[in-house]
């Protein structure tokens, strides 16, 4: 849960985020959307402003559903879990006291009156045996047990239709994304972004951004299009990118037939050749 995750195939739809994997969605978070995954995990505080339709579903405490919720497989709300539609459950439900359902429920399964044992919990305490019976290998790979392909929203994160705002790292590839992004670090790979991008450190690879780009130290690379300005202390451009606004840098722009990272200090590009070219553009 340290950086917000879009994975490959990810669509953002008018009313819905529709997911190829899990959806993880962390504390005192907010998703302007409803949610079509695999697995939806909701922790506890956070809010969806819209359906959930997926093969399991895990609500949190305090957690809030403005819409339905229909799980084709099993169930899990907590204590004090909010749902201002209708659940549908096809497998089993597990519920705590003091839930608001506020148009009725149906369970095809068993039903359980008790509170669910939040995520994080379950997963450690899951580790914790593996550990004890000495599963080592079985232990390292817990996360890729439980999640598929997943979509992360760490804590205090919002998502919605017009912004996409997180205190962590942010990275997405292949897909159309939309809403201005806000992050620590970005990384852009194969996306169309209907938005702007603000962050510290800000990657962009074979990517078309439709808005403005701001940041400490910004890369644009493998034929990327920006559409508008670009602001930040450094920027590095790779030759047949292009930027059809301002680049304003106060600390230079550099222009090579290829920008390679690597691990240097930060900032610092594989060495070539080439001149850069320094000042405003």
């Known amino acids: 849960m340290e950086k917000l995750v879009i994975p490959a195939k990810t669509k953002f739809e008018e009313r819905s985020l529709v997911v190829d994997g899990d959806l993880v969605l962390g504390d005192n978070s907010k998703l302007g959307y409803g949610i079509i995954a695999r697995k939806v995990f909701v922790g506890e505080r956070a809010k969806v402003d819209g359906d959930i339709l997926a093969e399991e579903v895990r609500l949190d405490r305090l957690s809030v559903v403005d819409g339905n919720v229909v799980s084709k497989g099993d169930a899990y709300i907590a204590e004090f879990a909010t ?40 997963l450690i305490f899951y580790l914790m045996l593996l550990l004890r ?19 992360i929203i760490p804590e205090n994160s919002v998502i919605e239709i017009d912004r996409i705002e997180t205190d962590k790292d942010f990275e997405v ?16 790979s194969k996306c169309e972004v209907f938005g702007s991008l603000r962050g510290e ?18 890369y644009i690379k493998d034929v990327s299009i ?3 300005n670009v602001n ?22 550099l222009i090579r037939q290829k920008v390679v990272e690597y691990g240097g200090r930060e900032g610092e590009v594989q060495e070539d050749v080439s001149k850069p070219l320094q000042g405003n553009v």
């Open 226 to 228: 920006v559409m508008s």
């Open 173 to 188: 590839s292949d897909c159309k994304v939309l809403g201005n992004i806000k992050a620590k670090n970005i990384r852009i």
């Open 201 to 218: 450190k800000i990657v962009i690879s074979s990517s078309i951004i439709h808005g403005s780009v701001e940041g400490s130290e910004v």
């Open 232 to 253: 930040a202390e450094k920027v590095f451009m790779e030759v047949g990118c292009s930027v059809e606004g301002s680049i304003f840098a106060k600390k230079g722009v």
């Open 83 to 122: 749902i201002n539609g209708k659940l549908t459950v096809f497998g089993d439900l597990e519920i705590g006291r003091n839930v608001r359902i506020k148009k009725g429920f149906e369970a095809r399964g068993l039903i359980t009156i008790q509170d669910p044992m939040p995520l994080i919990m379950f």
């Open 133 to 151: 019976l000495g599963k080592l290998d079985e232990a390292s790979k817990i996360f890729e047990e439980k999640f598929e392909n997943p979509m």
